[in-house]
């Protein structure tokens, strides 16, 4: 019973993180949709609205500075949270890691590579002192599992056979290797 409660409490705390997190950035959330205004001094001349691609099936994304398109991708990939575990699935159906971070930056309009390993060279080098929300989190040497940094120490993440897509205290993977900012 203690575990159960305390499994509940701390479910409770990391989804009130990411939703904070989130609605801090100004990005709305919503089971359906979910679009993100652009914060003071995002570019104003982008399109009003860009099509998500149907791959995801996921929310519609405004025209957004760059660090919004990486919370935006975060909040993507949260809006997947259940599905299954697929090797090489890049969704709708399912996720296998690298697919879900590929996944969710494409449906905002950010290229990044499609494996973890390739994913681990993209953008630039952050210390994990310096982590924010979007930024991708990669796991053992050679690299082999990637997440979504989410802050407060939680990321999402697909991780293995059995187990969906879903948001785990980074403390919880081992073998922390690097992160990067790709946005």
């Known amino acids: 019973?203690?575990?159960?409660?305390?499994?509940?409490?701390?479910?409770?705390?990391?989804?009130?993180?990411?939703?904070?997190l989130l609605t801090g950035a100004g990005i709305a959330l919503s089971p359906l949709a979910a679009s993100a205004s652009p914060g003071p001094g995002?570019?104003?001349?982008?399109?009003?609205?860009?099509?998500?691609?149907?791959l995801t099936a996921v929310?519609?994304?405004?025209?957004v500075a760059p660090r919004d398109r990486a919370l935006?991708?975060?909040h993507v990939a949260m809006a997947q949270r259940g599905k299954p575990y697929q090797w090489g699935g890049t969704g709708p159906g399912g996720f296998d890691c690298s697919g879900l971070v590929y996944s969710s930056f494409r449906a905002?309009?950010?290229?990044?590579?499609?494996?973890?390993r390739a994913q681990s060279t993209a953008g630039h080098y952050v210390s994990r002192?310096?982590?924010?929300?979007?930024?991708?989190?990669f796991f053992y040497s050679p690299v082999g599992?990637?997440?979504?940094?989410?802050?407060?120490?939680?990321?999402?993440?697909?991780?293995t056979y059995g187990k969906p897509v879903s948001i785990v205290p980074v403390s919880s993977v081992p073998g922390y290797n690097t992160a990067r900012r790709v946005a």
């Open 1 to 20: 019973m203690t575990t159960t409660r305390t499994s509940t409490i701390t479910r409770r705390s990391f989804r009130g993180a990411a939703l904070a």
């Open 42 to 54: 995002a570019v104003a001349s982008l399109p009003a609205q860009t099509s998500v691609s149907a």
């Open 59 to 63: 929310p519609t994304a405004y025209g």
């Open 72 to 74: 935006a991708a975060a």
């Open 108 to 116: 905002l309009g950010v290229n990044v590579p499609r494996t973890s």
């Open 129 to 137: 002192a310096d982590l924010r929300a979007g930024d991708l989190i």
């Open 145 to 159: 599992h990637v997440g979504i940094y989410l802050g407060y120490g939680v990321m999402v993440h697909s991780s």
